[in-house]
């Protein structure tokens, strides 16, 4: 990471060695051995040492990312709490805190605790003022039209897309599912930006960023990963057009005033306008702006201004809330005519 330009990279993404402290092999109730982690890769001396390798590669991290790019680290209770410290000493400024709830855990087959069925992932920006990505539309429209909440509730990697090696066993005891990674890079980044990962493994980062037209950045000293990343990027193609895996933000859409939309007939003047609940109304004025109905006196101005009064709230996003009634009989909120103009637009 050193021999990177300083402040060449949009995102980094790492998924470091967790420390796991195992201290032997693990048996199911059948007496099989459970594949779990005991590479070199994971053991350290102790929790001073991990704390140094930790300080080392996040500040290579830092010093390779732009002044707004951000840094998403995963892990799980032996080593989150360590990692997300030294990242705050650092200068990070942590955005959120992911859970990755998995769908299929391995269970606890002693008995002694609770079957651990989550990690960890930090994401954070590299300081208060970082104008960081965040794609939140796309994030929206990933999720049902819903806000995208911070538990992620996906499977473990598995069937065809756990890669194995020559003798059928895993190629790498940690891969992560690319529907993780797919949601990490469309939430934020944009195409044709860098992401890197310092523990690239068989490569997922790059197979994903590969598919959503992003550039990457693969570091591993493990040859036997590089390899099977290699060969496996390799047979990705990505996206013929770019448009595709695009993800603007309504808030960098064009600018449509109100006004247009009564001025373009969409809305009639004196036309009566609702909350989703029908609890609030108000008229549509010749202008652009609106009037409250309401026994406790009106309200005058923008579709905002009105909308926060109405609801006695500090502000109030009118083209979300305030809907008209369609021929059909159905609420649909404003914002669809303001859709509507901009596609006319291009």
């Known amino acids: 990471m050193l021999a990177l330009p300083e402040g060449s990279v949009d995102c980094v993404f790492a998924d470091p060695p967790y420390n796991l402290q195992l201290g032997g092999d693990l048996h199911r109730p059948n007496n099989t051995r459970v594949d779990g982690v005991d590479e070199e890769w994971d053991r350290f001396d102790d929790l001073g040492t991990y704390d140094a390798f930790t300080r080392a590669w996040a500040e290579a991290a830092r010093r390779a990312l732009k002044p707004d790019g951000a840094l998403w680290v995963i892990g799980s209770y032996h080593n989150i709490f360590r990692v997300g410290a ?18 299929n855990p391995m269970p606890n087959f002693r008995g002694t605790r609770f079957t651990n069925a989550h990690e960890t992932l930090i994401w954070a920006a590299k300081s208060p003022k970082a104008r960081y ?26 069937g065809p897309e756990r890669l194995k090696d020559g003798d059928g ?40 960023a590969r598919k959503l037209g992003r550039h990457f950045i693969g570091l591993e000293r493990e040859e ?30 064009p600018r449509v005033p109100f006004g247009l939309v009564v001025e373009r007939g969409m809305l009639k003047i004196g036309q009566t306008l609702f909350d989703q609940r029908r609890q609030h109304a108000a008229h549509v004025r010749a202008d652009g702006t609106l009037i409250s109905v309401t026994a406790y006196g ?49």
């Open 169 to 208: 066993r895993k190629a790498h005891p940690t891969q992560k599912p690319e529907s993780l990674l797919y949601r990490v890079l469309m939430a934020s980044t944009r195409p044709g930006e860098v992401v890197l990962d310092p523990f690239f493994g068989t490569g997922t980062t790059g197979a994903v």
């Open 86 to 103: 030294i990242l705050q000493d650092l200068g990070f400024w942590i955005l959120n805190d992911v859970i990755w709830r998995k769908t």
């Open 133 to 158: 990505t965040f794609n939140y539309d796309s994030m929206k429209a990933l999720n049902d039209d819903l806000q995208m909440r911070s538990d992620w509730l996906l499977p473990l990697c598995g």
């Open 298 to 346: 009106d309200h005058r101005g923008s579709i905002h201004q009105v909308g926060a009064a109405v609801q006695g709230a500090p502000s109030c996003n009118g083209w979300t809330f305030w809907h008209f009634e369609t021929p059909q009989g159905r609420m649909a909120p404003i914002d669809l005519l303001r859709d509507q103009i901009r596609a006319e637009r291009g």
């Open 224 to 253: 036997s990963y590089a390899k099977v990343a290699r060969d496996r990027i390799a047979a990705i193609k990505g996206p013929a057009d770019l448009s595709l895996v695009a993800t603007t933000a309504k808030r960098q859409a």
